[in-house]
Every structure is written in C-alpha cells, then in structure tokens.
C-alpha cells in the first residue's frame, strides 16, 4: 500500500503535516484519536506495546531501508512516501531519521486498574513543558517506577515531542490522567511532595522507603508546587544540595527521587 505524494497540502497526509496536537487528539474520535511517533527505534517500541499503526510516512529509501521491518509487520497500513527535499520542509522532520507513524490511542485505563500491584508511582501536577515530560517517563521506566499520573494541566505524555524525548518509554510506563488525590489515599498511598519548606524532610529520611506504597509529586519547575497540595501530602521533601543551589530541572529532580526511594 505504498502512495506516493507530491505535495504537503495532500490531505492524505494532514496527520502528519498540517494537524495539531488537539485535532490528533480527537482525529478519530473523542475517546480515542491518534499521535505521531517518530523514528524507527520509538515506532518499534509502541508497536511492541501494542500500539495500532494508521499510516506511516517516510522517505523513499527508507522503504527498503530502516522502515522495512515497520512495513513488514503492518501489511495492511497505507505507507506515503515522496523525495526527500519534499518531506524535509516539515518541521522538525530532519530530526526524525525519516520516518514518522501516525497511531491509534489506547482508551484511558482507570486508576484502578493502573495502581492495582503498584508501590512506586510518579504524580505529574501541571507540569506543561513536553521535554521535561518525555524525561520523567524515561526516568520512571529506567529507575522503577511502576506507574505515572498526571493532573489534567500537564502535558499530554503522547505529544510528539514528548513521545520523542522519552525514547518511546512513554509505552512502556502505566500512565493516566489524575482528577482527585483522595484517590491515592484510599488505594493505600502515601504521597511525598517535593518542595522546599519549612517542615520539609530530607529525600534520604528512612521513613520514606520504608513506606509501601509511596506517590511521589513532582510540580513544575517556575510555581511549584499548589499549597494546597503540599498541605494535603502525607510528606513534604526536600533534595539535599549543596553550593545554595535551591532546586533543580523537575525531569532531574524526578530521577533523583525515583532512584533513592526505589523499591529494593
């Protein structure tokens, strides 16, 4: 089902081109809708997870080449191909190794179900930069997190850069959408904010790893964390530093983190 095209305005290919992240999102339905993975080695990684693949985009000597065994595996989907001095003129597209795939969404699990055998879990809250997005999920899959949550003012995990970022291991990490943190109480969670405060504990306090089921909540890097939300958290944490160095990048704050309170 390889297409040939010869210009961007094809709406055959306006998932890829033209769309933004909020038309991917409600392409095929409310419920559902599509995102675009970029590069062999992420498009592997979430067909592996079970992603369904809509339509693949790539230069003309990728269809031989680093796209063939994507090809191969998805018989039935349409594959786009033009020149490369065509497809270059999307944005970005240079930085994709010339192959982009546009997928369906799994439906949203519950917290529920994600949390069922969960003891370490990563609580996003309105953090909306995709990078630092991308590199908390790769932290969470590296160091053990079993599960991330985000409240809905963060960035969706499935945008482009996002996706990119993370190396695909936003497939790979149990993920969903928070609304209420009374939520994790009654699953049994306790929740370590980290922010700097007075009555805040040292990320090494013992009392932390000793917990069984622990939420850690990272917020984002220029507000913060809401009051409100540290007041509610069971633990409020601090990262030991030094050189009066007050905090970090939220991505590396939520690696250091995930490493000293990982499960062991």
């Given at each position: ?34 995102f675009?993975?970029?590069?062999p080695?992420?498009i ?16 003309q000597?990728?269809?031989?080449g ?27 597209y ?6 982009l795939?546009?997928?369906k ?34 932290s ?21 850069r ?54 850690v ?32 990048n ?15």
């Amino acid at each position: 089902m390889i297409q040939e095209i010869t210009s961007l305005q094809d709406e055959r290919i306006a998932m890829f081109s033209s769309m933004t992240e909020a038309q991917l999102r409600n392409r095929l339905n409310a419920e559902q809708g599509i995102f675009i993975a970029e590069s062999p080695k992420v498009i592997h990684v979430a067909l592996k997870a079970g992603y369904e693949p809509t339509a693949l985009l790539c230069e003309q000597k990728h269809i031989d080449g680093d796209a063939a065994a994507i090809i191969e595996a998805c018989p039935s989907m349409p594959v786009y191909t033009g020149s490369r001095e065509l497809l270059a003129q999307l944005t970005g597209y240079t930085l994709t190794r010339g192959v982009l795939c546009a997928m369906k969404r799994k439906p949203e699990p519950s917290i529920i179900d994600i949390l069922e055998d969960a003891h370490r879990v990563c609580v996003i809250d309105a953090v909306c930069d995709t990078t630092n997005i991308g590199a908390i999920f790769r932290s969470a899959a590296a160091l053990g997190i079993d599960a991330v949550l985000l409240t809905r003012s963060s960035c969706d995990p499935l945008n482009r850069r996002s996706i990119r970022v993370s190396m695909g291991t936003v497939f790979l990490v149990p993920w969903t959408w928070l609304d209420d943190y009374a939520s994790l109480s009654k699953l049994g969670f306790k929740t370590a904010a980290m922010a700097l405060s007075d009555n805040s504990i040292s990320l090494d306090n013992p009392i932390l790893k000793a917990q069984d089921r622990l939420a850690v909540i990272m917020g984002t890097e220029g507000e913060g964390l809401p009051q409100e939300t540290i007041d509610k958290a069971d633990f409020t944490v601090r990262i030991p530093m030094q050189h009066d160095v007050d905090s970090l990048n939220v991505a590396a704050a939520a690696a250091v983190a995930f490493w000293e309170l990982r499960e062991t």
